[in-house]
């Protein structure tokens, strides 16, 4: 079993950037495929990237699509998520999840149900 934290939410404005960390413990996270999600207030929890257990192939929401950058570090156990251009939009609880089992597609890496194991979320806020 594997365990996830993320971190590095906090405030920022419009505009500018943060770098999520997920860093995770228990198993060598080069086994599992990695996903982001994010749920705003009033909103389903919704996908918003994804990266293969190398790190060859990603996969973004449309909304995030340009503007955020998934890669993960597995020697060090970590993936990240920077986020550039942020704005208030993006306003939410930020959760990182794995997946040991599935092969990795676009369709499926962007289901939350494929995800046996998250993180307990990191908040961003972003000002106008």
């Known amino acids: 079993q594997v365990q996830l934290v993320e971190s590095g939410g906090g405030l920022v404005q419009a505009g500018g950037s943060l770098r999520l960390s997920c860093a995770a413990s228990g198993r060598a996270l080069s086994s599992y495929v990695m996903g982001w999600f994010r749920q705003a207030p009033g909103k389903e929890r919704e996908f918003v990237s994804a990266?293969?257990?190398?790190?060859?192939?990603?996969y973004y929401a449309d909304s995030v699509k340009g503007r955020f950058t998934v890669s993960r570090d597995n020697a060090k156990n970590t993936v990240y998520l920077q986020m550039n251009s942020l704005n208030p939009e993006d306003t939410a609880v930020y959760y990182c999840?794995?997946?040991?089992?599935?092969?990795?597609?676009?369709?499926?890496?962007?289901?939350?149900?494929?995800?046996?194991?998250w993180g307990q979320g990191t908040q961003v806020t972003v000002s106008s």
């Open positions: 999840a794995a997946d040991r089992t599935v092969a990795f597609s676009d369709h499926a890496a962007s289901s939350e149900w494929v995800y046996d194991y």
């Open positions: 990266i293969s257990r190398s790190g060859g192939s990603t």
